[in-house]
């Protein structure tokens, strides 16, 4: 409640530091659940003032269900940091976001979900006009099964080719 009242007299870094204590004080009294949902909630009370803090909270919170063996809540938040690094145009940061969600995506089990991942890393680092590292997302795709027949792997290698013929 305190941080509610600091975010709306918008006092955001007072807002964030709260949650992140009432997140602290769940996880010390064994409610992991708890905390990543209070993070995450601070995460996305910051997402517009503070963006980067907002990033290392969502990460945070998949730390948290990833602990707490939740692999699916922590692809979910993994996802909001991507996005959000994205917005910020931090191409390399969002990066490395997606490869861990891709490997929880393994872990998982459905390679299926992985494929989206594979194409927004292809381009993501297209937009970095990094092509070998996006030629390397894309030859990661191949360890997913099935991926070499999916639309994404076609949409990869349209984006890989239109890029190096300028």
Not at 44 to 52: G, I, T
Not at 99 to 122: A, C, F, H, S, T
């Amino acid at each position: 409640q305190a941080a509610g009242i600091a975010s709306d007299l918008n006092q955001m870094e007072e807002a964030v530091d709260l949650m992140k204590k009432a997140c602290s004080l769940y996880r010390e009294h064994g409610a992991p659940d708890t905390a990543a949902a209070t993070i995450s909630k601070a995460a996305k009370m910051c997402e517009s003032a503070l963006p980067v803090r907002s990033v290392e909270m969502y990460i945070e919170a998949a730390d948290l269900c990833e602990d707490d063996e939740k692999l699916r809540d922590a692809s979910n938040y993994l996802n909001r940091a991507s996005c959000l690094e994205i917005k910020q145009k931090r191409f390399v940061q969002s990066c490395e976001i997606m490869k861990k969600r891709l490997q929880l995506i393994k872990n998982i089990g459905n390679m299926q979900i992985g494929y989206p991942i594979i194409l927004e890393l292809v381009i993501t680092y297209l937009a970095e006009e990094d092509c070998v590292a996006a030629d390397n997302a894309y030859k990661m795709g191949f360890d997913l099964n099935g991926f070499g027949a999916s639309d994404e792997a076609v949409y990869c290698e349209h984006f890989l080719k239109a890029f190096e013929d300028g």
